[in-house]
């Protein structure tokens, strides 16, 4: 296993997100507080993308930080960041998932998979992807190809 004498630190979530996330979720609610003052089938028109858009603005406003110390990855997240999940660092393989536009960094060990960023860009991406690699007792984990539809080829 790679020593490191600090732990390493990957932040995986972004201010702007953050900040993108604030917005859309202030903006979802506005929609919906509006939605009263007209007749409720218009007001109805409304709830729907407002509560469907505030999916998206929870995952967005989600801080996500990941840590590497003593041979353990511990993936802090929310705004007290606690940990969210430990996993030691040993016989992993590392996926990167186009989701939605975005990608996602997942860790396979054994039979058991972790989402480790979700609706990341494929730079932040790649720099979790680092982080993991840094870990790894030959400099590198072994990644597995994601199979991709056939019309995203």
Request: glycine share 8%; aromatic share 8%.
């Amino acid at each position: 296993m790679a020593d490191s004498p600090q732990p390493l630190r990957c932040p995986i979530s972004h201010p702007l997100g953050n900040l993108a996330g604030l917005l859309l979720g202030a903006t979802a609610i506005l929609a919906v507080l509006a939605s009263y003052t007209v007749d409720w089938g218009v007001g109805w028109m409304v709830w729907v993308p407002a509560a469907i858009s505030l999916i998206p603005a929870t995952a967005l406003m989600r801080r996500r930080v990941l840590w590497w110390r003593d041979g353990v990855f511990d993936l802090e997240s929310g705004w007290l960041m606690r940990r969210a999940r430990s996993f030691p660092a040993d016989h992993l393989s590392i996926e990167l998932v186009p989701t939605a536009g975005l990608w996602a960094v997942v860790v396979h060990r054994g039979t058991a998979s972790w989402p480790i960023a979700t609706w990341v860009t494929r730079r932040r991406a790649q720099r979790v992807i680092d982080t993991l690699h840094q870990a790894a007792p030959d400099g590198q984990w072994p990644c597995r190809e994601t199979p991709l539809p056939e019309g995203d080829r």
